[in-house]
C-alpha cells in the first residue's frame, strides 16, 4: 500500500490579477522564493511520497507540465472545464487507479497555500494516514484558529480519537463575524484547509452512493488522456463538502494542525505574509517609498517605480499591465477581471 | 524696429517628474498636442514676429533645438548654470545687440504656459507695444484673476493709461489666501504672468542702473556661444521683478488681458486643462477605470493601466519610471525629486 497526493491545481487566476492570469494561476507564481507555490507544494509533500498526481486545468497545463516535469514521477491529469472538486476527486481516483492500480491510501491538497512549517504539516498528513489504519472513514486537516476569520469555512470538532485527532460533527459554512467568535470562543471549531485524507476504495464508494450521477459521468470519460468539454462539461458541477464530507454516513475525523498555515487569498493575505520595511512596506522589484508606509508593491519591471505619500496601497505591475487600488479592496480585484471579461479585453484574463 | 521676442525656456523639470526631466523640462513636454509647450509658444508669437531667441539650459538644449530647428529664424542661446531672469534677460539682450542690433521692442514671454485664446493674447501683446511707442518704460500683461490664486504674484493696478492699460502701483509676492481674496475683491489687482515688454535700450538702462554687478558680469562674458559656468556662474542670481520691476523709477504699465491662461504649475494644473470623461478622470494613454472618479493618469507606454475603485489618483508612467500620489499632493512632487538625489538616483532627474 502506497499514499498518493492529489495536487488540486484549479483555479481562475481573478484574484491575484493581473500577477496571475486563466493560463498561470495563482499555484503557478513564485510569491515566496524562486519557486511556485506548486514546486513548494510538490517539495512539502515528497518526503511522504514521490507518488504525486496534479490536477489542473487544460487552460494551465504549459505552466503546469513547467514545474511538473522538474520531479520524477510527478503525474498530470487536465480538466478541460473546471466542475469543482467533487468531479475532480472522482476523476483522480480514476487516475490512480489506473496508473498504481487499488488498496492505497490518498491524499487531496491544494496547490496554491502557504505553509511555514512542512515539518508540523507533514506530521498532521502521517498522523492522519494512521487514523486510516484503523478507521474507513475521510480525514480533514484542521487548522487551529487563530483569529475570527469570516472567508473561511469552519470544522466542528466532537470526541477526541486520538492525540490530536477528532471526530467531525459537521461543516460550517463560512460564518458572519458573530457566529466565527463564536467558533473561535468556543475551541471546538477548525479552519477548513481543504486537505483531505481517505483510502481509494472509502471515496469510491462515498461517491457512489451519494453522487451517483457524477461517478457513472466520470466513470463514462473514455480516455483520461483526452477528456473533452463535452464529456467532462456534462458532469455537475459541486464541491467535495458539499457532495461528501456533510452528507457522508462513513466517520469523519479531522487533525488539528499548527504549521502556519495561509491560505493566500487575496493581495492582503500575501502583504500579510511578506517581510515589510519600517514602514510596513512589503516590496518586490525595484520601488521607491517616499513618505508612505503599509503599502504592498509588486514590479516584475526593471522601471522603478515611486509611491509619493501613499498609504495602504496595492499597486502590481507586469510586463503588459498595470493595477492599482487601495489594498484594503483586495476582495474586490474581481471587477477589474469582470471589467475585462465586458470591455473586450479579454486577452488581458 | 523689429519686435524681437524672447523666449525664456530654463525650468527644472521637477515638478511635472517622472514625465519632465533636467534635460526635458515641462516646455518640451507635449501636453497638450502632438506640440510642445515650447513649439505652441514659438507658433502663438510668428504672427506678430519671426525675430525670436530661446534662451534656455545648456542640459536641455538637444529637445529645445528640436523644437527651434523646425522653425526659420528661430535662434537659440543656452546658459550653462541658472541665475533667474535677470541675469538671463541682460544675456538675451547682449544676444539680441549681436544678431539684430539695436532700437527694437523686446517682449519677454515664458515658454510653458498654457494660452487658451491666442488672438487674445497677441491682441494684448500689440496694446503692450503700442503703448511702449509712447512710453519709456516697462510693460507687463497682467491676466484678470477669476478666484483667488496664492501660488501667484500679484499687480497692483492703477490709472488707466488708455484702454485697457493700467499704470503699476507695485507688484505684491505670492499672498496668503486671505489677501488674495481681498486683492481678488478690490478688482485693482492682476495675476502676474511672467511676461515683460520694452525697449532694449529701456531695460539695458535700468539694469545697469539697477543691478550694475549683473550687467557688468554679463557684459563681461567673451563668447555668447561658449559660455562657462566660471563666468555665468560668478553673475549674482535674481529674478527680473526683485531686480528691477519692484524698484525702477521708469513708469511699468500693465495690459489686463483675458485670453485663458493658465501656467501648468503642477500637475492639478494640467488636469484641470485636460478633457475629462463624465467621471472627471483625465488621460493620456491607455487607462480603464473601474469605479474610479478623479484622476489623472498620463501612461505612455502600450502596457494598459487599470484603477480599482481611487479616486483623486495621480499616475505617471513613462518608458523608464512611474509615480503614484494622490492628485492633492501635486505640490510634493519635488519630495520625489529630493529624494532622487539623496538616494544616488540621479540619473533618473
Redesign the interface.
Known amino acids: 500500500m502506497a499514499v498518493i497526493a492529489v495536487i488540486m491545481a484549479g483555479g481562475s487566476g481573478k484574484r491575484f490579477w493581473?500577477l496571475s492570469r486563466e493560463n498561470r494561476a495563482k499555484q503557478s507564481l513564485a510569491l515566496f522564493s524562486e519557486k511556485t507555490l506548486l514546486a513548494e507544494t510538490i517539495e512539502r509533500i515528497m518526503p511522504l511520497t514521490r507518488d504525486i498526481l496534479i490536477v489542473s486545468s487544460i487552460k494551465q497545463r504549459e505552466h503546469i507540465l513547467a514545474d511538473a516535469r522538474r520531479y520524477d514521477g510527478v503525474r498530470t491529469l487536465f480538466e478541460p472545464v473546471g466542475r469543482n472538486t467533487a468531479p475532480c476527486i472522482a476523476l483522480a481516483l480514476r487516475a490512480i487507479e489506473r496508473h498504481w492500480g487499488g488498496g492505497h491510501q490518498v491524499v487531496v491538497l491544494p496547490a496554491d497555500h502557504h505553509i511555514a512549517r512542512p515539518d508540523d504539516f507533514r506530521t498532521a498528513i502521517r498522523t492522519a494516514l494512521a487514523t486510516l489504519d484503523t478507521v474507513d472513514g475521510i480525514g480533514t486537516i484542521g487548522i487551529r484558529p487563530d483569529h475570527p476569520e469570516t472567508g473561511y469555512g469552519y470544522i466542528n470538532t466532537g470526541d477526541i480519537l486520538r492525540p490530536g485527532v477528532f471526530a467531525v460533527k459537521r461543516f460550517e459554512e463560512k460564518p458572519d463575524r458573530a457566529r466565527a467568535e463564536t467558533f473561535v470562543k468556543s475551541g471546538n471549531y477548525l479552519w477548513n484547509g481543504g486537505i483531505f485524507l481517505f483510502r481509494q476504495a472509502t471515496m469510491a464508494r462515498e461517491l457512489a452512493a451519494l453522487t451517483p450521477d457524477i461517478f457513472a459521468g466520470v466513470g463514462a470519460i473514455p480516455d483520461l488522456d483526452a477528456i473533452t468539454a463535452a464529456q467532462y462539461g456534462a458532469v455537475r458541477s459541486i464541491s467535495i463538502d458539499y457532495a461528501v464530507m456533510e452528507k457522508t454516513a462513513a466517520p469523519v475525523f479531522s487533525v488539528a494542525g499548527d504549521f502556519g498555515w495561509n491560505d493566500i487569498g487575496s493581495w492582503a493575505g500575501y502583504y500579510d505574509l511578506l517581510p515589510k520595511d519600517a514602514a510596513g512596506n512589503a516590496v518586490r522589484g525595484p520601488v521607491?517609498f517616499?513618505?508612505s508606509t503599509g503599502n504592498l508593491v509588486v514590479n516584475l519591471t526593471d522601471?522603478?517605480?515611486?509611491?509619493?505619500?501613499?498609504n495602504g496601497?496595492l499597486?502590481i505591475?507586469t510586463?503588459?499591465?498595470?493595477?492599482?487600488?487601495?489594498l484594503a479592496?483586495h476582495q474586490?480585484?474581481r471587477?477589474?477581471t469582470e471589467?475585462l471579461e465586458k470591455?473586450g479585453?479579454a486577452a488581458?484574463l
Chains 1, 2 share one sequence.
Not at 522601471?303 to 501613499?310: C, N
Not at 510586463?319 to 487601495?326: H, N, P, V, W, Y
Open positions: 493581473p521607491h517616499v513618505e522601471r522603478p517605480i515611486f509611491l509619493l505619500r501613499k496601497q499597486v505591475v510586463g503588459d499591465a498595470m493595477l492599482t487600488a487601495d479592496d474586490e480585484v471587477r477589474v471589467y470591455s479585453l488581458l
